[in-house]
């Protein structure tokens, strides 16, 4: 089958030309070839494979280039990167390889086309296009790849017990590409990965965090993160989620089970944002569950604090994965601390300060904690469901209406501190915070609208009951 069409960028000409000039067999290979039969969309990285030195293919490429772009060398790995505006393409030498056991490092010995197809990790991605001027754009498919492709399943080349111990972050891509394309997992395959998940443990935590992203943004992140449970790799990787699977029951009371419901609202949620760290925060809303789960005779089922606790855990996972402790971290964590806040508050009527109290608190990401509480109705009642979403979108309702008038979101305190200590002839002291404290409380109570001459005609009031008199 020939292919010529997914080759019309200038590039393949080029480095078509440059192979020939070196007298070696040259492809393209890997996600490029896929994603070209898939259709999905232009891909940016190209990988390039050369029978022979991709070092020197890419420095004639880079040479017959306009602007002779630089070339990246990875000497440890023998390959070879030029990286233009909006296209990267990485050359290697086609080789034998496989890894070291205990580390994921390649031992390389240069090989043909079949051995470095052989060393890949899925048939879909062994797919090469031949880039010789003869066979310009002839599909090479040792292993029916595109009968993968057709039937949306994921296989190894090898023997998959092979292919997973010679790299185990394979058995995560597997999990990843099952996800991101809707795809199966070759039963045998999937045997392979739950044999092998102690292997998971030589893979870096930035390589497993890229894959676990991938997954969370996926249409339907709950396909990866019940095969990431299916193969046991999930408590090596999320224990705190795999804690909060199962329900108890004692004396006729159940909880449900919110491994399962996490899934759901990670699911629920990435119809609705593609915000990679709100479906991270959606993953992990209901972590302090596991830790706070308690009986009681009366009440039956509670998980009393479990969003300060879930928040609290947030910090101590991002940090054993090696995530950036920052303000995405920070996001996440908040949005957990208030997951329940407008649940609390659409079951209530619908007070105008509780709504001026959830804008305070939440700032300028009271949207995303409203998506994530919507994405949190699970409930298969549809009359439940009807309610409960109605109620929310009261909520969201009054949230214009209170911001439109108050002006809530990122507040600023209409009264600074200067001009209290300047009004009571004040040096700096406790009573200028306690002051501002008590105005912030008053507009957010609604006692007094936010702003200035009601603020300052307060301020004065307060000031006064705290023993203060103003200057003449
Ligand atoms: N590959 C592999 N084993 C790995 C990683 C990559 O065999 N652990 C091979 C595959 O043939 C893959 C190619 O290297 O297609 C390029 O890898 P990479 O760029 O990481 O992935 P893509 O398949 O291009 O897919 P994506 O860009 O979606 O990650």
């Not at 890949?120 to 595109?146: E, H, M, V, Y």
Request: with cysteine.
């Amino acid at each position: 089958m020939n292919h010529k069409e997914a080759l019309k960028a200038p590039i393949f000409k080029t480095i078509s030309e440059a192979a020939e000039l070196l007298g070696a067999e040259c492809y393209v290979i890997g996600g490029f070839v896929r994603d070209y039969l898939l259709q999905r969309g232009n891909a940016k990285d190209i990988d390039i494979v050369i029978v022979g030195s991709g070092v020197q293919l890419a420095k004639t490429v880079a040479d017959r280039l306009e602007g002779k772009p630089k070339v990246t060398v990875f000497k440890n790995f023998g390959t070879a990167m030029i990286k233009g505006d909006d296209l990267e393409v990485e050359f290697v030498g086609a080789r034998k390889e496989s890894y070291d056991r205990n580390s994921r490092k390649p031992i390389v010995e240069n090989g043909t086309l079949k051995d470095d197809q052989n060393r890949r990790d899925f048939t879909i991605n062994a797919l090469a296009l031949s880039l010789a001027k003869n066979s310009f754009g002839d599909l090479i498919d040792p292993f029916a790849g595109l009968q993968d492709l057709e039937n949306k399943c994921i296989r190894t080349p090898l023997e998959p017990g092979v292919t997973y111990s010679d790299d185990p972050l394979r058995m995560l891509r597997a999990i990843r590409f099952a996800s991101q394309l809707k795809f199966t997992i070759q039963k045998e395959s999937l045997a392979a990965i739950a044999k092998h998940k102690k292997r998971l443990k030589i893979v870096s935590k930035e390589r497993i965090v890229d894959e676990l992203h991938k997954i969370l943004a996926s249409p339907k992140p709950s396909i990866g993160l019940s095969l990431l449970h299916k193969t046991e790799l999930l408590p090596y990787i999320l224990p705190e989620l795999i804690a909060l699977e199962g329900i108890e029951e004692i004396e006729g009371q159940r909880h449900k089970d919110n491994f399962w419901h996490t899934l759901e609202v990670v699911d629920n949620i990435a119809e609705t944002t593609e915000n990679l760290w709100l479906r991270w925060a959606a993953l992990l809303h209901d972590i302090g569950k596991a830790p706070t789960k308690k009986f009681h005779k009366k009440i039956g089922w509670t998980f009393h604090g479990h969003e300060f606790v879930g928040s609290k855990m947030v910090y101590r996972l991002f940090k054993r994965l090696r995530m950036p402790l920052n303000d995405k971290m920070k996001f996440v964590q908040k949005m957990v601390l208030m997951s329940s806040r407008p649940i609390v508050l659409s079951e209530d009527y619908v007070t105008d300060s509780a709504v001026r109290r959830l804008v305070f608190d939440a700032g300028e990401h009271v949207e995303d904690l409203m998506t994530l509480c919507e994405a949190d109705i699970t409930t298969k009642n549809p009359r439940k469901q009807r309610r409960y979403k109605n109620n929310f979108q009261r909520v969201r309702n009054k949230i214009v209406e209170v911001e439109n008038r108050d002006h809530i979101r990122n507040f600023q305190p209409p009264i600074s501190g200067a001009e209290i200590m300047e009004t009571f002839d004040l040096k700096p002291s406790r009573e200028i915070g306690v002051i501002k404290e008590a105005i912030k409380e008053a507009i957010l109570e609604g006692t007094i609208p936010n702003e200035y001459a009601a603020a300052k005609e307060y301020m004065k009031e307060k000031g006064i009951a705290l023993g203060l008199s103003p200057k003449k």
